[in-house]
């Protein structure tokens, strides 16, 4: 996969890139990454991307000119005339859609992502109208500009291609992964149901010493049982996704096992409460 960044401060990618999963994918060419300097495509002395906005207001926009000519040095053009298909063009913008797990697998299937970082109070309206498919927001909270949001982008859909991660079952079997039915992977040993209803939050991970700072491991996850592994996973999943993303349950596909275990564990809660 292609992604081509467009930015006012290409340097801030240099760290982010150049380690861990991401830089692994790009030396192994399962991805590149090309970071794009929108002050290369000015052409007074100042190197101007911004002006004040029409109508007044608040801070400065960033110019159509140079955003315009960047995406044609990339050979990418307008909206209308581009064929629908393996790229796509995207505004990090607070107005966008929310980038949640299932658009990482949406984007995951495309061959070229375009980000372009908004900055200031944003982007010349027109250059959303003629190039880009969509907007994104990583979340209902406000960034000084498109950078952070364009590498959480990256990161999450880079992780889903195949062959980016040493298991190709960690990127399923992990919170917001896939139902088990999407689920291509099968490694013997390898407790299945956590993600029977998909989307749902992960379980606890243990590993050695069995015992750290008074704290045991739970005697399930040692015994060897399969079976018993998956129950005690399962419930740990719906517990955890009922304190910290309630939410979530609204649109799972649960199981009525799955909705006795929610129910007793709320009046568990209840009785804590009442304490």
């Known amino acids: 996969m292609r992604f081509d960044i467009l930015t006012i401060f290409p340097a801030f990618f240099a760290g982010i890139f150049e380690h861990g999963i991401v830089r692994r994918a790009q030396a192994d060419?399962?991805?590149?990454?090309?970071?794009?300097?929108?002050?290369?495509?000015?052409?007074?002395?100042?190197?101007?991307?911004?002006?004040?906005?029409?109508?007044?207001?608040?801070?400065?926009?960033?110019?159509?000119?140079?955003?315009?000519?960047?995406?044609?040095?990339?050979?990418?053009?307008?909206?209308?005339?581009?064929?629908?298909?393996?790229?796509?063009?995207?505004?990090?913008?607070?107005?966008?859609?929310?980038?949640?797990?299932?658009?990482?697998?949406?984007?995951?299937?495309?061959?070229?992502?375009?980000?372009?970082?908004g900055r200031y109070e944003g982007v010349d309206e027109?250059?959303?109208?003629?190039?880009?498919?969509?907007?994104?927001?990583?979340?209902?909270?406000?960034?000084?500009?498109?950078?952070?949001?364009?590498?959480?982008?990256v990161d999450a859909v880079m992780r889903l291609l195949p062959g980016v991660l040493g298991n190709q079952a960690s990127g399923e079997f992990e919170s917001f992964g896939a139902a088990d039915a999407e689920i291509d992977t099968d490694q013997q040993g390898v407790p299945r149901s956590q993600h029977g209803a998909g989307g749902l939050l992960d379980y606890p991970h243990y590993t050695r010493p069995a015992e750290f700072a008074g704290l045991r491991v739970p005697e399930v996850l040692l015994n060897g049982d399969h079976r018993q592994i998956r129950l005690w996973r399962r419930e740990q999943q719906l517990r955890k996704t009922l304190r910290n993303r309630p939410d979530l349950l609204e649109k799972a596909a649960l199981s009525t096992e799955d909705k006795r275990l929610i129910e007793t564990i709320r009046r568990e809660e209840l009785g804590f409460r009442g304490r």
């Open 126 to 153: 027109r250059i959303n109208e003629l190039y880009c498919d969509e907007e994104l927001s990583i979340g209902d909270y406000i960034l000084s500009g498109g950078e952070l949001a364009a590498a959480v982008v």
């Open 29 to 117: 060419a399962l991805v590149s990454i090309g970071i794009h300097d929108l002050r290369s495509f000015t052409h007074d002395r100042h190197r101007t991307v911004d002006d004040r906005p029409f109508g007044g207001g608040e801070g400065m926009v960033l110019k159509p000119e140079p955003l315009a000519e960047a995406l044609a040095s990339l050979e990418i053009p307008t909206r209308a005339e581009r064929s629908p298909g393996s790229t796509r063009v995207i505004l990090l913008s607070a107005q966008g859609r929310r980038f949640q797990q299932p658009v990482a697998r949406e984007l995951a299937k495309l061959d070229r992502i375009v980000l372009l970082c």
